[in-house]
């Protein structure tokens, strides 16, 4: 026996659950404030998703390959200063557009350590990439630059749950972007 079909949209139901995790984050997100969001019961819910954790692991996996996907569209940009600037720039407009909760899920919920060393590797990737093409020194230090735009990623988006503007954002996006160029000059000279 199959049970009764579902009446709700679990893709509709899936990205509400998003929304409620990326605002409230996995412990701010009771089950009724879960179910409120997503428009079903509580047992509509455990049966389409299990639990809980599997919910929140099935949405943060989903906001994970759409946040890590525009990371990668950013790092096919020629130059590691253009993608290090777009992500910086997405960043500010994503984490206070007008329709989607402040900052970033995958920068504040302690649960997403893993997302987070999965940035930190591509951005890795990309200074790497960048000393290779010469549009950085061979003596940048990549594995702690990349740490470093990480803490500013994740400073950003604490700014932005805090009120932040886009303009504030952007502002330290500058100061990131001068960071980089400061450090790659500081490189080259001691070559």
Wanted: charged fraction near 25%.
């Amino acid at each position: 026996m199959a049970g009764r079909p579902r009446s709700f949209d679990r893709d509709a139901a899936l990205l509400a659950a998003v929304e409620e995790f990326w605002r409230s984050g996995y412990d701010g997100s009771s089950i009724a404030r879960l179910t409120a969001a997503m428009g079903i019961t509580a047992p509509s819910l455990y049966a389409a998703f299990g639990d809980k954790q599997h919910l929140f692991d099935e949405a943060s996996a989903l906001y994970f390959d759409r946040a890590i996907a525009a990371v990668d569209d950013a790092t096919a940009l020629p130059t590691v200063e253009q993608a290090i600037a777009r992500i910086l720039d997405d960043t500010a407009h994503a984490h206070t557009g007008p329709t989607t909760p402040p900052g970033c899920l995958m920068l504040t919920e302690p649960r997403l350590g893993a997302q987070r060393e999965t940035l930190r590797a591509r951005l890795q990737d990309r200074l790497d990439q960048g000393i290779r093409d010469g549009d950085l020194a061979a003596t940048v230090n990549s594995d702690q630059f990349a740490e470093f735009l990480v803490a500013v990623l994740r400073g950003m988006s604490g700014c932005a749950r805090d009120g932040g503007s886009t303009q504030d954002l952007l502002n330290i996006a500058d100061t990131a972007m001068t960071a980089l160029r400061a450090v790659s000059t500081a490189a080259e000279k001691s070559a």
